[in-house]
């Protein structure tokens, strides 16, 4: 044994070698901090969001076969990377060399806004590309299963992706003869809208052919490392752990028996988040490396034994292969489990994830080991006493001490018998999504008649999800044998089981109602699928199943997305060298697609540079009766801790009304509040010195989570808000109807990719201070640290190149964190980072505010609302952040598209025990828009009429005036409508959707079509200004810069349009270096949907001043270029920089009259959503997309399908339904048998695991 090995692998075709390599590293933080390859990015460190996926290869002596890849560095230990080539984004391609054909695709098909999550995609691509050159698009959206992105939407993707794929069309489905690109969508005409329009962003002729032969080769050393040299076993080691890499059965059975408490670590997806989230410790980690004995596939008499080693996702492969071969009856099992290999996890975890990594950790929510369960299968366990068979069934998934492995035992491999003729084994799993999420509940079971008697003889059924381990309904299956598969048995099966996997109310992760519901919507569908089987093999003997069954078997429609996109062509009078209306690429596309783009943490390492992490609070309202930081103090590298004491004075800041603290003083108000901040040499000394923080609590009353809560201690932030309309109490006299409801919408987390992050920096000179951070507001973050350093504000400067998503959460929470990072900066005199964990990030800084919308609402029969009285209620949290600009902006925009002639509408923001939540895509716009629209529908059920008739009816009508008596011309409004109603073949796809609910009794359609007014402008002119600074160098280059942020938006490249335009010179000769208080003072936020419109304006301004002075110069020489006229200017000494200026839009609101102008202008959309959904299991799948606010259609359409249903089996009263529309509350507003049959908990008699907010 090699006891002082070395590390040795491949990065990007260079050779790396580690002498001294700690166990503990993980592959994502040696790239970015080590090796400075920075273009793999962090985006959760827990394998869920793609970001940081990379290509690992590696070559098999024995198989003479290099396998790819895709993995999560986040969860890679580099000492598992012996001999492997790991491959990046910048090693497949980069702008100084030559660019990959997937980085250009993906760029130029608007693939990218901010680009932090391109990296990921690009790897996920690069990698099925080097397997398959030319996949389906199946293998494509697999292939990027495993990749979250937050801001494009997944179509320009596919797209991007899908000219990869041999038949690049669109749902790739010729059945009947029908691809939706040649029939419109679905088969239904398309609308004809001239040529205003062009259908193509790219000419796919155009682009870098994929030539395999330009790839990296896998490292010739690497190979004949492999072939020649006797494999030893390889020790590495630091001060807190081992790390024995084995690669004989032998030495590892040797460990094993030494170590039996360590860990065998696989693919670490499971024991890697343990460490990471749960603060799991292991001194010791076995690491096998290449034991054949782990990889085998055997085909024996009875079955197929698959070596514990081998991946998920080559298990995947050698099942499909297995299928193909053998006869069906002897593949139930098989079938099973590559129904869930296609949806566990995304391609990248199953990759790295092994078989018996997968068994042994006995997830209670494991897809597989419900299928295994059912199946009779075994376990071969070896240690160095011998082998060992043990079942795998709910004994060992329990860890019933007598039926697991011993401490020093290892998995070898598994044996799956083969089906035999008349058993049958299914699968079933719901999750959240029908991708990367963990099952809600999921299930195996089998069936075994013996012969065609259709008598039970063997039933086994397992579920995962429903408690601490996977269950086994044992004695219900026993009870069942020797019963007739009939409807009979089914009822009896339903009952027995619900009464033996029975949930707890308090159980924890709640959805218990919907956990029961399933457990038995599940056995329905295994109960039908099994009939239709016996039917086909006896169809003499087995009754056919009813028709408005069958549905209930088939999967949802529509299983891949369909695209039509049209670009407006610009105005035929254009000069054609002019970019403005020009779909142009995200000027930093190919930058992100190559991993060049650098966001803050990229940035690179300032010497002395010390990490800041924050302690959170763990109580929701309490008092901090002690704060111990001395344990914590004397670990390694800590330099500070630094507690609301020592910010003292200057330990909060005022933005609106009411002054946001920093730091906890002596109570805390929520979970996750800032207490103290610990200052280590790394960020690994800071995070486990911040674990040893000791804090004593003592917790106080009241607690209020709930807005409902809110309202019963009359805790809100002031001043309620009100406007009113017309006279809404004399209307209510003379209405037809009224009716009262109320919707609650759920909160949501802005998970941009990249998480907060900043960089401080004491130039050490003059107290001066620049500030590197990821935010919208620079100027916001440049008055806080000035605040709490005390200094004057051109001390500090704050830069920011570009922002990796921000979506309203990069404001006033990141303003607080600065704050604090400054104060330790200018403490020290160092350099301080601070870049939050994506736990430590949701957990801190809040997000959208859950609303209660409460309406009264006056109508006419025949739909015409007359009057609406409304309240809304907004979860703000503990502090008052932006909620009741928020609250204001719901209110003024909350009448969407409708004229309500008397309208009162009152708006609260209710402070509770949460984080504080804060601005958020839309501000308050979508909640209230959605209350209105969900009045709406209501309105319309009363009426007898389609929500879309009510839509028209009560729409405002050309010229007319809102409620804050601001005038509007809603003219593109009824055209967007009837635009819309005609593109989605409103009525021909109604009747389709009419007709398919009337054949389908346990799958349901809904189709629903919604009209957007979205008013622009912020309220106040001041918060409209915005300014511009524009330099001509000598050689003619142009350098431009703005207030506006880089987020994602583009804006940076829609000012170089304006540059181009405005100084009639190509995109090419103008450059932005990014956002910065140094370059443009006093910058207004980045937000509101108007930082083009304002910035736009301003550096039209610049220009047009350059312009002027310039053009004497240019008419005397008109065919003289950039450079001669710059030069002539400078000799004639003439100013080549401007400033420019746009004051803002005139706008101002009285709230005290509830009236105003607060707006400049409104835009107008439409959108019909049309869906599916799954009556058993809330499953639902969408057609189209739509904006943030238009995505309600897909909420309504939801609701039509539910509707439908509900009216089927006879419930006929009226139905709200709650946002978000999860399977949950789907599945559970489809009522039926199943739902009636599980038993309830009376409210109060348990302490439920949650509390909705
Ligand atoms: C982001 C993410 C998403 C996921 N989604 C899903 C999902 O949708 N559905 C699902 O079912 N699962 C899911 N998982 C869980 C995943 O399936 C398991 O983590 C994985 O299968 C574990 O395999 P591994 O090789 O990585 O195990 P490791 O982490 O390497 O090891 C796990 C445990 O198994 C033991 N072990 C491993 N091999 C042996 C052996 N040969 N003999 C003895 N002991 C052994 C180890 O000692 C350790 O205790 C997800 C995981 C992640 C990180
Ligand atoms: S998957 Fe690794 S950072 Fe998210
Ligand atoms: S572009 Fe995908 S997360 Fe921003």
Redesign the pocket.
């Known amino acids: 044994m090699d006891r002082a090995s070395e590390l040795l692998f491949y990065v990007n075709g260079r050779k790396v070698i580690e002498k001294n390599v700690d166990p503990e590293t993980m592959l994502l933080p040696y790239l970015r901090k080590k090796l400075r390859l920075t273009g793999t990015k962090y985006g959760c460190g827990?394998?869920?969001c793609g970001a940081c996926t990379v290509m690992i290869s590696r070559y098999n002596p024995i198989t003479k076969r290099i396998r790819h890849h895709p993995a999560?560095a986040c969860?890679i230990p580099i000492c598992s990377l012996y001999g492997a080539a790991v491959t990046t984004v910048e090693g497949i391609g980069s702008t100084h060399t030559r660019i990959h054909p997937v980085q250009e695709r993906i760029a130029k098909c608007h693939g990218t806004q901010c680009g932090f999550c391109t990296p990921g995609m690009v790897m996920s691509i690069y990698t099925l590309l080097r397997n398959h050159p030319e996949p389906t698009l199946d293998q494509l959206t697999d292939a990027l299963g495993?990749n979250l992105c937050r801001c494009t939407g997944y179509r320009p993707i596919i797209d991007a992706c899908k000219t990869f794929c041999k038949t690049s069309g669109c749902c790739q489905s010729k059945e009947n003869g029908v691809c939706c690109l040649d029939q419109g969508i679905n088969g239904l005409p398309e609308f004809e809208e001239g040529s205003k329009t062009s259908p193509k962003l790219f000419a796919e002729e155009e682009f870098l052919p994929l030539d395999p032969t330009q790839e990296l080769i896998f490292p010739p050393e690497l190979m004949i490392m492999a072939e020649k040299q006797s494999q030893r076993t390889r020790v590495f080691g630091s001060e807190r752990m081992m790390w024995f890499s084995p690669v004989t059965l032998k030495e590892l059975l040797e460990f094993k028996f030494k170590y039996p408490q360590?860990?065998?670590?696989?693919?670490?997806?499971?024991?890697?988040?343990e460490v990471k989230f749960k603060g799991v410790f292991h001194p010791v980690i076995i690491s096998?490396d290449r034991i054949e004995e782990?990889s085998v596939v055997n085909h024996a008499y009875n079955g197929l034994t698959l070596g514990?080693?081998l991946?998920?996702a080559q298990v995947k492969d050698i099942l499909a292969d297995v299928v193909q071969k053998l006869p069906e009856e002897k593949t139930q099992m098989y079938h099973a489990l590559l129904k869930?290999l296609g949806?566990?996890?995304?391609s990248q975890?199953r990759n790295?994830?092994?078989?018996?990594?997968?068994i042994?950790?006995r997830?209670p929510?494991?897809?597989?080991?419900p299928i295994l369960a059912v199946g009779n299968c075994t376990l071969n366990l070896l240690s160095k006493e011998g082998k060992r068979q043990i079942p795998l069934n709910e004994q060992f998934l329990s860890k019933c001490p007598n039926a697991d492995?011993k401490p020093q035992?290892?998995?070898?491999s598994v044996n799956i018998p083969y089906s035999r003729k008349w058993e049958f084994v299914s699968a079933f799993r719901q999750?959240q999504r029908q991708e990367?999420?963990?099952?809600i509940v999921n299930s195996g079971m089998r069936v075994f008649f013996g012969e065609g008697d259709g008598i039970i003889r063997e039933l086994c059924i397992s579920y995962?999800g429903v408690g601490p381990a996977t269950i086994c309904a044992k004695n219900s299956c026993q009870k069942l044998i020797g019963r007739h598969w009939n409807e009979q048995m089914l009822d009896i099966a339903c009952r027995l089981i619900l009464n033996e996997v029975s949930l707890l109310g308090s159980a924890p992760g709640g959805k218990v109602e919907f956990k029961r519901t399933l457990i038995i919507s599940f056995l329905f569908k295994f109960y039908l699928e099994v009939s239709q089987i016996l039917k086909k093999m006896d169809p003499v003997h087995y009754p056919s199943l009813a028709d408005k069954y069958e549905s209930a078997l088939e999967d949802l429609h529509s299983k891949h997305h369909c695209s039509t996109l049209k670009y407006q062509n610009i105005g035929p009078k254009q000069h054609p060298e002019d970019p403005i209306g020009h779909p142009i690429m995200h000027l930093s596309g190919v930058k992100h697609a190559t991993g060049e783009a650098i966001y803050c943490d990229d940035m690179p390492l300032v010497d002395q540079e010390l990490f800041l992490t924050f302690v959170t609070s763990s109580r929701a309202h309490a008092k901090i009766v002690s704060i111990d930081l001395s344990e914590a103090l004397s670990m390694p590298g800590v330099v500070d801790i630094m507690t609301a004491e020592h910010l003292s004075d200057v330990n909060s800041f005022c933005f609106f009304t009411e002054a946001e603290k920093f730091l906890a003083t002596d109570k805390v108000f929520c979970v996750g509040q800032l207490v103290c901040a610990v200052l280590a040499d790394s960020e690994v000394q800071a995070k486990r010195a911040a674990k040893r923080v000791k804090i004593v609590y003592q917790d106080l009353e009241p607690l209020i989570l709930t807005i409902e809560e809110s309202i019963q201690h009359n805790s809100s932030f002031k001043p309620e808000r009100k406007l009113e309309y017309g006279n809404v109490d004399e209307a209510f006299k003379v209405v037809d109807q009224i009716l009262e409801g109320e919707i609650h919408m759920g909160g949501q987390e802005h998970f941009y990719m990249e998480t907060q992050s900043m960089l401080v920096v004491p130039k050490g000179e003059d107290q001066e201070m620049d500030v590197y951070v990821s935010t919208q507001f620079p100027k916001y973050i440049q008055d806080i640290v000035a605040s709490t350093l005390k200094l004057p504000a051109n001390k500090v400067m704050c830069h920011v190149r570009r922002v990796g998503g921000a979506f309203g959460g990069k404001v006033l929470k990141t303003g607080i964190i600065a704050a604090v990072t400054a104060f330790a900066a200018n403490k020290h005199g160092r350099a301080v980072r601070c870049v939050l964990e994506r736990g430590e990030d949701m957990l801190i800084t809040g997000g959208r505010h859950p609303y209660l919308g409460k309406y009264k609402a006056g109508f006419m029969n025949d739909g015409r609302i007359l009057a609406l009285d409304m309240e809304h209620y907004s979860n703000a949290g503990a502090s008052l952040d932006e909620s009741l600009f928020v609250i204001e902006m719901g209110l003024l925009k909350m009448d969407n598209a409708y004229k309500f002639p008397n309208l009162r509408c009152r708006g609260w923001a209710c402070r509770t025990n949460l984080p504080s939540n804060t601005a958020f895509r839309g501000f308050g716009f979508p909640q209230a828009a959605l209350i209105t629209e969900s009045c709406i529908t209501e309105v319309a059920a009363k009426c007898g009429l389609s929500p879309e008739k009510v839509r028209i009816i009560n729409m405002y009508k050309e010229i007319d005036q809102t409620p804050y008596k601001q005038e509007i011309n809603a003219k593109n409004l009824i055209q967007c409508w009837r635009e819309c109603m005609a593109m989605s073949s409103y009525s021909l796809r109604k009747v389709a959707v009419e007709k398919f609910n009337a054949e389908n009794y346990w799958k349901k359609k809904g189709l629903a079509m919604v009209p957007l007014k979205f008013p622009v402008g912020l309220g106040s002119r001041a918060a409209g200004q915005a300014a511009a600074l524009v330099h001509i160098y000598l050689d003619g280059s142009v350098l431009v810069t703005h207030g506006g942020i880089e987020m994602g938006q583009g804006v940076h490249t829609k000012m170089i349009q304006v540059v181009s335009r405005e100084l009639r010179m190509p995109m090419s000769n103008v450059h932005l270096r990014g956002t910065s208080t140094e370059t443009v003072p006093n910058a207004n936020i980045s937000g509101g949907s108007v930082v083009a419109d304002l910035n736009g304006l301003a550096v039209k301004d610049a220009c047009q001043t350059l312009l002027k002075r310039l053009e004497p110069i240019i008419s005397k020489n008109p065919k003289g270029t950039w450079k001669d006229w710059a030069q002539t200017a400078f000799d004639e000494s003439i100013n080549l920089s401007a400033v420019g200026y746009f004051r803002g839009y005139e706008s101002d609101m009285n709230w005290e009259k509830g009236e105003g102008q607060p707006f400049e202008y409104f835009v107008y959309g439409a959108a019909c959503s049309e869906v599916e959904i799954d009556c058993l299991t809330g499953d639902h799948k969408g057609l189209g997309e739509s904006g943030v606010f238009l995505g309600c259609s897909v909420f309504f359409a939801i609701h039509d399908a539910v509707s439908a249903a509900r009216q089927e089996r006879g419930l006929h009263g009226p139905l709200t339904l709650n946002s978000p529309l999860t399977p949950e509350k789907i599945r559970m507003a489809c009522e039926d048998k199943f739902t009636k049959m599980i038993p309830r908990d009376e409210p109060g008699s348990y302490v439920p695991w949650n509390v909705p907010i």
């Not at 790295?352 to 997968?358: D, I, N, P, Q």
């Open positions: 827990g394998g869920g999560n969860l495993g360590a860990p065998v670590i696989m693919g670490n997806t499971s024991v890697g988040p096998p782990l514990a080693g991946s998920l869930h949806t566990l996890a995304g975890i790295m994830a092994s078989l018996g990594g997968h042994i950790s997830h929510d494991s897809d597989l080991n492995l035992e290892i998995l070898v999750a990367n999420a963990l099952a995962g």
